[in-house]
């Protein structure tokens, strides 16, 4: 059974920084991807970033380009979301997922999700 256990939100203000964690239970050969994706109150879950295991090629949304960086340590079976200059808008709760079909932004191509880590960010 795959288990993602994502870790590291809180409660920031406005230009603040936070990295999220997101621990994989073994390092997920079949799904070369991991991905983060968030949820604002009322709206839909929009991909934010997401790298693959091998080689570490990252693709991003543009409202956070820039801002946040994806990384992974293999090792560790750890991605991490290094959230920068975060603003209000930016408040949601973040989930993390494993997928196998590229830097896809869809969530339809993640086949694992985590709990979610709630971010907010206070003006």
């Known amino acids: 059974q795959v288990q993602l256990v994502e870790s590291g939100g809180g409660l920031v203000q406005a230009g603040d920084s936070l990295r999220l964690s997101c621990v994989t239970s073994?390092?997920?050969?079949?799904?070369?991807?991991m991905g983060w994706f968030r949820q604002a109150p009322g709206k839909e879950r929009e991909f934010v970033a997401a790298?693959?295991?091998?080689?570490?090629?990252?693709a991003y949304a543009d409202s956070v380009l820039g801002r946040y960086i994806i990384s992974r340590d293999t090792g560790k079976n750890t991605v991490y979301l290094q959230m920068n200059s975060l603003k209000p808008e930016d408040t949601a709760t973040y989930y993390c997922?494993?997928?196998?079909?590229?830097?896809?932004?869809?969530?339809?191509?993640?086949?694992?999700w985590g709990q979610g880590t709630q971010v907010t960010v206070s003006s």
């Open positions: 790298i693959a295991w091998t080689g570490g090629n990252t």
């Open positions: 997922a494993a997928g196998s079909a590229g830097l896809s932004k869809l969530r339809s191509q993640y086949a694992y």
């Open positions: 073994a390092r997920l050969s079949v799904y070369a991807v």
